[in-house]
């Protein structure tokens, strides 16, 4: 009973922007006449000032610089066939994404990033952008997509040379060959330059010899490894002629037709995990493995049939980034699809929040709708506007990654921004994802913790993302890193001059913060304005003023504390770093809010509907103004903020929250997400027609005077 | 292989702690002679000033009030066949539990909260704090056991009188009668009061008609509905004569000796969820079902058989308030639920974190210990000290339950005082059991995220405590409008004139701090003197003034915003109350904080070991500091710190991470957890073999000569 009623109030609470469709074509849905019968559709059309969204129009922007290519991703993560059924086993699960996997190959669906001489279309943006939307069907699907393709595919592309893609690609893009990407140990994660595996050349045989060497340096958490997987790509410390030339990549069969090891390798299954469980993870090990000299992909680095090593790379680190920059593909997927997770659970909550009523506040018969109160607002609201900051700033840093993987801008610098983009904007918007998901679960209350409302499972799904392809806190630490190199160049640049004044300028600068005198001639000159403090934050260069100021005093205080560590000896060295580790991360997450914010403020540029115009600066302020908030305590202390405009801040937020709310339902709208992608039965209208059924009969009642009487109102 | 060396060394490295038990009787571990091989176990014994903590003593205060329930309700929670298999079905492990539920009835495990008169012990204090202790087991067992006997069980109890004692509760006590506890509707969760379900009183038969007039009324989201209840205590809006009397409760038999539904009932089974699946939660409805008279739970409202309504208390709010209130007992279990699964989370985490190398920062051959880093301490420590400060301030709650509930204490003011405990604890413990399961999966990296280490699965089954029992916004909001009602009073008793000198006092404060004059003048006393900044905030008293002080400002900023909307028309009124509701739920949350660290400070009166004061004594520090940061922006604004003392804030809390470092292993040990209760691998010593094994093979084949000579050192 509920079933169908759901079914038909989706389709019609969808019917608007299916109507403004006739410009896009979505092709998942279908025709419709009928108005949108969703709760304060109404209201929701006329906001401050008069301005409206343009719903399709900003659709289209949200779909970036990719947008047919994710629409017919999307039509594909509509068919239920590849999408996650709840409550299977995990070897059911498991079953039923590698038979997913077969009809994305028959689908033409994952062969975009390969060479157009083995049938690929050597567009690398692309293939990203459509194997992100995956994550629409189910999470597993696009991570074990990502293990084939994107991780053990890639490999043997990038690191491999043209007897590898010739010999290997085929079956492995095909699936004849599934296969893991036997990186990861038990002993290490992040810190892939200390993995145990070695491969040993045998110059007798013209053999590399892989081996696990103790039980820390047992492959782990490997996609495929479990069960599917015949074939790997094994990262092993390369040893030839007594040197260890470091890590390097293997192609190791693994599985006989009857999927049982060859001989000297073993494993173990990974079992049941948090989430993700359609994937097979598992551990690998090695007990003096042979494979050909051959077998080394060896792009980076090659081993003549007399063992004499060689490599276009002269140093060893450098080699070693080289090499792992080319896999920086799967970071940036996260971060896409982390952000249409996002985006999920706050079109299931926002349209959820538009329509549950609780609590009868400002009247006597009728209850609240959720999205009314001004916590709920406050709730979501903001994670809105972030969700919208990770979409502009994914599109420019997919831009990114294509103009260099296509070679288009293909420099040093370039690989390095682009790695360094990938540390920053993948931890915060896979963290990101978790919190939005938890927090649109507990804004739908129990109803949000039913498997049936999605949340909870993407939740569990989604929970990896931020530790693997790098754990965050590792991640930014890189960050910081750079930070600190970029921060020295300019004075080494400079000169010994310019670094004296430099110095003289911070410790002036410090006091000047330090005593507060800035901040009182502030607080004087904003006494009693709140006005003029809140026009001056709404304006976009204070924003960016105030948020780059950060980074880089955050950045200059900590090298200056770094400074003196340079002469100590190494384990001192590291113990004063330490002291710094926790500012230091916290000073790359600014670095990447900043790249989220300039992002916004270029896609809001690039905004030209007037009414959608103001409501996405609304937003781009509530993100900016988002992050003031957050960090409030150290615009203070540093002078930044006087403690007036400080306090305008929060109240800012409070009007811009207000401002937004009208606008919440054509926000999540603009995502494009069909009810086949939401698949959530508390968005699907139902609740809404429970609202109205509910209130129809107390009217009833009411009208025809048999509503008994309250028992107070009787005295 | 690894689970053999996985209990070898989870046995050692328990044996100093369970040396240390032959003055606790916990029966779970076996005598061992072998010292601790716990990684920097030597380390941990000497901390700065050479304080050390004493495991057993402070073990023994950690348990509280009713130790010897815990300690006896932790070796039942040891029996493998009372844990949650991983992976089960949602079937399988549904029926797994019901079969728990006898085996603690066998067990006489749970009816301590009974009348003596039917074999119970009327110890309610004590029934609690062995109910809390299942959690160790399987999170779906002790909320199951709390559907059948503290919700289903203890409705009867306390809204029943001596006919349904007797005719129901032997049944309830000994299983026979799986019941449900059907309050919530699908469109009423918090908002009781609104439900919509009716019981109308038919004079002629002398019965109850149950009815649910909409969709929206059908009970929903039931523990027991599903599948396995055959009676349920059905809340419904009483109406005789044509009145409506309010919610009461009624039992009501739902399904025959074949588990078919009763004429008029229906329902559903409400399927997957994020977590807690071995509850079979359901909705159901009623058309027109027929109960007698006697069946409406009658101590606080009857119904004559003429119709007529009676009850002892007059106000239909009080009344239903109370009736409410003698249900408190299921939030303050799922407050020490939460602790413990917090607890459990960062015995885990931190076992690991001391025993797991990653990256040489410090050495050329060693890798650092986990929580030797900086980040990793401030990321585990602070929450660690939440996780103290709510164990005392539980303690204290449960004390004062036990006193309402005995009658020892239980006047009005107590019941409102421990409604509003209540109400203003269980969302900090449960938000906090999830952050904490979340970041110490986090800091466990990949192994972090499979099922076999625990935390995945706690945090799944937890996620839906902040929610239940009351959403914790709304619980929060309770409290404000307590503290709002507190602070009126105040004014109320005190007459006009104490009114008006308080406006102005308070005008006079806000210029006051607004302008910052108070923060310039300590400004310049602070000149300089980070020393005497960090004197000052280690002060308990300067902690609990600041602390206090917030939420005496912030209820009383807001008290004076709602003045005046007092005379405004009900909407707007409640849109001046909406605007505000944000920072009503702040304000909650700082007072329901400073009920935590006034728990930790008595609880630290109460320590004698000197060792273990001094440790705890910054353990109290870092909680109280860490409010301090998390809130500095308010403190900065409203002049209460000056920026120098701010930045001594985070400066400090720095200190305190690194002088606590060597004493977190034994601050977990102290939780007095066994192998059997945390059931993680990652804890069980397998990871520190691991390293061992690593760091000998890497030894020998130095010493040996054997070691490939690294690529770059050749150069």
Redesign the interface.
Known sequence: M?DTASRTTAKQSHARERSAETTTPKQTRTAASAPAPVANRDRDLTGANGSRVDIAALGRQLLGTWADIRIAARKRAANPELQRI??Q??EEHRERVLGQLKLLVGDGAVHRAFPSSLGGHDDHGGNIAGFEELVLADPSLQIKAGVQWGLFGAAVLHLGTEYHHTTFLPDIMSLKVPGAFAM?E??????VA?I?TTATYDEAKQQFVINT?????WK??LGNAAVHGTAAVVFA?L?TK?????VHAFYVPLRNTKGGFLKGIGGED??????LNGIDNGRLHFTNVRVPRANLLNRYGSVAEDGT?SSPIAS??RRFFTMLGTLVQGRVSLDGAATNAAAMALAIAITYGNQRR???????TD?EVLL????HQ?RLLPKLATTYAQIFAHDEFLVKFDAVFSGESDTDDDRQDLETMAAALKPLSTWHA?ETL?EA??AS??A?????NR???L??DL??Y???EG???VLL?LVAKRLLTDYSKQFAKAGAGVMARYVVQQTADRAY????LR??AQ??AD?GSTARSVTSLRDENTQRELLTDRVEEMIAEIAGRLREARKLP??????V??????EL?EAARAHAELLQWEAFTRGLANTSDPGTKQVLTWMRDLFGLGLL?KH??WY????RL???R??AVSAYI?RLV?RLRPHAQDLVDAFGYAPEHLRAKIASGAEQ???D??RA?YAAQRAAGTL?????S?K
């Open positions: 509920v709840d409550g086993s995990m990861t038990t002993g290490h994660g992040s810190d200390a145990g060497p103790f039980r820390g340096a782990d958490y410390q040893i007594g040197v260890n030339h470091g990974d079992g049941l995990k948090g989430g090593y060893p680190g609780q609590f009868n506040a400002g009247s006597d209850e009314d109160y001004q916590r406050r978790l938890q679960r507990e209350g129990g949000g913790f039913l498997a049936e949340m909870v499972g939740r569990q929970d990896i931020v530790t693997f754990d965050n806190n630490q913060h330090g005593t507060g901040r009182v607080t004087i006494f190494k384990a001192e060295a590291a113990a770093f330490n002291r710094n580790q926790n991360i908030e409030l305590a203070l202390i540093h002078g006087s403690p007036q400080a306090q409070d207000e027609q429970r609202q059924e509910a009969y008994p009487v309250p028992e107070k009787k």
